[in-house]
Nanobody, 119 residues
Framework: QVQLVESGGGLVQAGGSLRLSCAAS????????MGWYRQAPGKQRELVAS???????NYADSVKGRFTISRDSAKNTVYLQMNSLKPEDTAVYYC?????????????WGQGTQVTVSS
């Protein structure tokens, strides 16, 4: 199994920055696409950003130009640099990964990390 361990959430004022990290472990699996979802109270979970093993990235319109996703494939770690944070970015952020081993594939999730942006 693949385990995802997140870190880096917290409380920040509007306009500030945070950097989230998510490390994947589980040596028998290949980690392909990694990314971040978020869920605010009373709202559906939404995709924030994703990045393929080849480095192609995708962003939600609401974070384009403010958030940057990157990964260190050697460490199976994905990062989310969040700048110019807004109160509406307040949510629990969840890391996910596309993991495969032979013909078996599944999507593990991290435990979530709280990001709170005060106005």
């Amino acid at each position: 199994q693949v385990q995802l361990v997140e870190s880096g959430g917290g409380l920040v004022q509007a306009g500030g920055s945070l950097r989230l990290s998510c490390a994947a472990s589980g040596s028998i699996f290949t980690v392909n696409t990694m990314g971040w979802y978020r869920q605010a109270p009373g709202k559906q979970r939404e995709l924030v950003a994703s990045i393929t093993s080849g480095g192609s990235s995708n962003y939600a319109d609401s974070v384009k130009g403010r958030f940057t996703i990157s990964r260190d494939s050697a460490k199976n770690t994905v990062y989310l640099q969040m700048n110019s944070l807004k109160p509406e970015d307040t949510a629990v952020y969840y890391c996910y990964a596309g993991a495969s081993s032979g013909s078996y594939a599944y999507t593990p999730w991290g435990q979530g990390t709280q990001v709170t942006v005060s106005s």
